[in-house]
């Protein structure tokens, strides 16, 4: 971090020196903190497009160049050679486990699988057909109070836990979501097995029946566990800072990684591999190839749901790797997916268009992975959980990097255009 350069901002006249701060990938920030203070005004930054919130040592990405590393590794490696439960340690605690921390890592995740007894009632009081991701953020606060000890609003008693709560919510967090899709399908909660990994684990628990146990082929497996590998974190995106925002009150990590749950369900976010599929199907069942909805798009009339991220302005790093597995688990599973040709053939078109290329809109990581879930058997509804399960890593370091680092809540300013002062009128005499 070098601060030698300094910014100077005139307002009124007036001349004003900040520092610029300088990140270890040559990111550049102008250091404003004491600009209002000094001057008055505030910066307006709808979207925060341009708003460093935080200091993070945790994730980084290059969006024009379409980088992605995790505590510096490039996701390609990532993905090659490592596994979702080691990219999880990687990102939570900043190094790559030994073999010791990862078996270790892996015994008490595997540990913390079953839920409290008293849970069922939880889910016995949604309607069947609630929203998945409803369930799971409801539960993940819930969760909380199961464990007061580890959910104490104290930032030094809950980060005392924090490796016991990082291990339990990446372990419940599967077994919640499977439990809620067998909740929605009317069928009997299925226990976990100690004896299973974690991917495994969770497809044993989603789809064995209590007369046939379920065995997920090789290629099922490695394909989820690469998915949830592949969204383990993604720097500050709505998610990931709703969490910090609600952790920086001083919450607990259950009600901070339930908060994001919520931010993660729009469609916007990680409601798009879900919207990714249903648009592909949609184009399938009205005879169009794609080109159709490329021009409603163009014309503001729809938008291509998996095209397009507010960081990358090139190829998410992400999205090629999954258009290539999406290839290999159909191929292995002897499945062929039209929705797969409709995706290639939109990708294709929007790339050499005139209004892609202008405003920079590439696949981004929901352009193939509901393809890829749909081949693994994974419900539609399901994508968005599948997405929550992946990301629960980042949010849980990100979380304790806010916890350790930083005392400040998290606050923005506004501008207000509403009326200016006005008397109460009493209710006879207003019209
Ligand atoms: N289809 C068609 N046009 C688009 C798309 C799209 N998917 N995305 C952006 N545009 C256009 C906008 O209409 C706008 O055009 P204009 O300048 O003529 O008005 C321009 O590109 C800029 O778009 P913004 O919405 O301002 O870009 P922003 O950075 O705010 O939005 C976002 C990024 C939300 C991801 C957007 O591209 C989008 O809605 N994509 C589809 C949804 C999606 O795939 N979301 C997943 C993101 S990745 C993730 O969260 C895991």
Redesign the pocket.
């Known amino acids: 971090m070098s601060e030698n350069q300094t910014a100077k901002i005139i307002i009124e006249g007036k001349e004003h020196e900040y520092p610029v701060m300088i990140g270890s990938e040559n990111e550049k920030a102008i250091d404003l903190r004491q600009f209002r203070k000094e001057t008055g005004y505030i910066t307006f930054d709808d979207?925060y497009g341009n708003t460093g919130s935080c200091l993070s040592n945790i994730t980084f990405i290059d969006g024009e160049k379409g980088i992605l590393r995790y505590r510096g590794i490039p996701i390609e490696q990532l993905a090659e050679k490592s596994s979702f439960l080691c990219a999880a340690y990687l990102i939570i605690y900043g190094k790559l486990p030994n073999e010791t921390d990862l078996n270790e890592f892996r015994k008490k995740v595997a540990k913390k699988a079953h839920l409290h007894v008293d849970f069922k009632h939880h889910f016995e009081g949604f309607p069947k057909a609630a929203h998945p991701m409803a369930v799971l953020s409801s539960m993940l606060n819930s969760l909380g109070s199961y464990y007061p000890h580890m959910s104490t609003n104290n930032r030094e008693q809950d980060l005392e836990q924090f490796d016991e709560t990082a291990a339990l919510l990446i372990s419940k967090v599967r077994t919640i979501a499977a439990a809620t899709y067998r909740m929605n399908m009317g069928l009997p909660f299925i226990y976990p097995r100690k004896d299973l990994r974690y991917v495994e684990n969770f497809l044993h628990m989603m789809f064995t029946e209590p007369y046939e146990q379920y065995i997920a082929p090789k290629e099922v497996s490695d394909a989820l566990d690469l998915f949830f590998l592949l969204h383990a974190d993604?720097e500050q995106?709505?998610s990931t800072s709703t969490v910090r925002m609600v952790a920086s009150s001083g919450a607990n990590l259950f009600a901070s990684v339930s908060a994001g749950v919520s931010a993660l369900w729009g469609?916007?976010?990680?409601g798009?591999n879900a919207?990714?599929v249903k648009m592909l199907q949609e184009i399938h069942d009205s005879g169009d190839d794609g080109s159709r909805y490329i021009r409603a798009?163009k014309d503001?009339k729809a938008?291509?749901?998996?095209?397009?991220?507010?960081v990358y302005k090139n190829y998410d790093p992400r999205a090629t790797i999954f258009g290539q597995a999406a290839e290999r688990v159909l191929k292995a599973l002897g499945r062929e997916d039209p929705l797969l040709d409709i995706a290639h053939h939109l990708e294709q078109a929007a790339l050499s268009d005139d209004y892609f290329i202008q405003?920079k809109?590439y696949p981004?990581?929901?352009f193939y992975s509901g393809i890829v879930l749909k081949a693994i058997g994974i419900p539609v509804e399901m994508f968005t959980v599948m997405f929550a399960i992946g990301r629960m890593p980042g949010w849980i370091a990100n979380w304790k990097e806010m916890a350790e680092t930083s005392t400040k809540i998290h606050r923005p300013r506004q501008v207000y255009t509403g009326p200016t002062i006005s008397d109460y009128t009493p209710i006879e005499e207003r019209k």
């Open positions: 979207g993604h995106n709505c469609p916007l976010h990680g798009a919207a990714v798009a503001g938008r291509l749901m998996g095209f397009g991220h507010r405003r809109l981004n990581v929901d």
